[in-house]
């Protein structure tokens, strides 16, 4: 029963496969071998258009550098003020890209677009000493385990845009959302107004797979540069693109993310069944929050659940109880109906 993260997951029988196929030839360094520029070409495929894609190691790797691929001396770039970038990246993002992120407060992990209007009007281009508006950033699922709807992307783009700001989407769980919402890559990107976009492998599948992705490629023009520079260049990158490979065919990628949320979604039918515990607040993706009574969670920790207790988010809709815990609960393309069924099976006592 492991619910902790769908980083503590494994690798995908395919991807394995076609990582261990790689490893047995010869191939150009560097990014330059044919199944590099073979990737690159599928990821135009995928968002119906020419873009600009580069690998990386990590999601933080990948939300910094494409923050630092936008920076402007002095600046400040807008999150959720929960958002990943803000609260669990030690600060990588302000380090590799020289600014600061403001938080923008809105509830359920979405930022607000009156929250969001109202703060970039804080920073305005000629404010040389608290900082100038440079980005804004959003993620894709959130961190509370919400779905932003087309609209809602659209919205903050059309308000970036009016401040002439770069809008950067966090897609370390870019499937799961596309799979909530029912869009393709390019309804919930390009189309809506998103710039730059950092697309997660590795929580759905894959051993080591990030990317970074420029919409329009003239934006990217310096950015194998900044890469280099701060370490991200794999000399075999065709391993990160060897995975891309196997998790993109047959929209293996998509299949994964489905099944991640269908157990998520039973694992939410579940609690809503339960007189002991229930749902903190609704979600869309792979992440459950749930208030369970203590002893609960303890049972399940005895009987070998792995999940993380949580802290209550400034905006939380109810009081958790001093019996009771807020823990969340992410799924994955390994998580089956027995693990689910069998932690709801703990919870009813």
């Not at 690159?40 to 119906?48: A, G, H, L, P, S």
């Not at 550098?65 to 600060?91: Q, Y």
């Not at 993380?308 to 905006?315: A, N, T």
Request: aromatic residues 10%; contains cysteine.
């Amino acid at each position: 029963m492991f619910f902790a993260s769908d980083n503590w997951a494994g690798a995908h029988p395919a991807i394995n496969e076609r990582l261990s196929k790689e490893s047995t030839r010869f191939a150009a360094a560097y990014g330059t071998s044919e199944l590099d520029q073979a990737i690159e070409q599928r990821f135009n495929e995928v968002f119906e258009r020419e873009v600009a894609v580069f690998f990386v190691a990590t999601g933080t790797a990948a939300n910094s550098l494409s923050l630092a691929s936008v920076a402007k001396t002095g600046g400040v770039v807008f999150c959720h003020s929960e958002a990943h970038v803000i609260e669990d990246e030690c600060g990588a993002p302000d380090f590799f890209s020289g600014m600061r992120m403001v938080p923008v407060e809105g509830p359920n992990g979405k930022m607000l677009t009156a929250n969001l209007v109202e703060r970039i009007a804080r920073y305005p281009q000629d404010a040389v000493h608290h900082g100038r508006a440079a980005a804004v950033t959003m993620t894709q699922a959130t961190e509370a385990g919400t779905i932003y709807t087309l609209d809602e992307i659209e919205e903050i783009a059309r308000i970036a845009k009016t401040n002439g700001l770069p809008l950067h989407m966090d897609g370390a769980r870019f499937a799961n959302a596309l799979m909530a919402l029912g869009a393709t890559p390019a309804e919930m990107t390009w189309k809506r107004g998103v710039d730059v976009l950092s697309f997660g492998g590795t929580k759905n599948g894959c051993w080591c797979a990030e990317a970074i992705v420029f919409f329009d490629p003239g934006l990217a023009k310096d950015f194998a540069f900044l890469r280099k520079r701060t370490a991200q260049l794999f000399s075999k990158s065709r391993f990160i693109a060897a995975q891309f490979e196997a998790y993109l065919k047959d929209d293996l990628w998509l299949g994964l993310a489905g099944h991640a949320n269908t157990m998520a979604d039973r694992l939410r039918a579940g609690f809503g069944s339960l007189n002991s515990a229930r749902l903190a607040w609704p979600t869309g993706a792979n992440e459950v929050f749930a208030i369970l009574p203590k002893a609960s969670a303890r049972a399940a920790e005895e009987k070998g659940a792995k999940f993380y207790d949580w802290l209550e988010p400034r905006d939380m809709p109810e009081t958790v109880g001093t019996d009771e815990m807020l823990i969340r609960m992410v799924t994955s393309f390994a998580t089956t109906e027995e693990d689910v069924d069998q932690f709801l099976s703990i919870c009813r006592g």
